[in-house]
């Protein structure tokens, strides 16, 4: 992010503030359990989403000047491993 280190970690830390954990390794479990909780699918295979090509459209459809704002560069590899993970 051009807004520095500092500024990344002060957002960090208020996300992680607004989800009650104290720890970054934290945040992705309670991510998790809030989406359950109001009733939203964590795999892309409970929404049907099952083949590298599904996935491969998924990428083709993202819009690179929004991931602009993501504090880290996302290559479409690293989108695809992002993918396979939440398969």
């Known amino acids: 992010d051009k807004r520095g280190v500092k500024y990344v970690r002060r957002i960090v830390d208020e996300v992680m503030s607004l989800m009650g954990v104290s720890e970054v390794a934290e945040v992705q479990l309670a991510w998790c359990e809030l989406m359950h909780d109001i009733g939203l699918k964590t795999r892309l295979s409970s929404l049907g989403?099952?083949?590298?090509?599904?996935?491969?459209?998924?990428?083709?459809?993202?819009?690179?000047?929004?991931?602009?704002?993501?504090?880290?560069?996302?290559?479409?590899?690293?989108a695809a491993s992002i993918l396979v993970a939440v398969a």
Do not use: A, H, M, Y
Request: cysteine-free.
């Open 49 to 78: 989403i099952n083949t590298t090509s599904e996935r491969g459209r998924i990428i083709d459809r993202v819009n690179v000047e929004r991931l602009g704002n993501n504090p880290r560069l996302v290559s479409r590899s690293d």
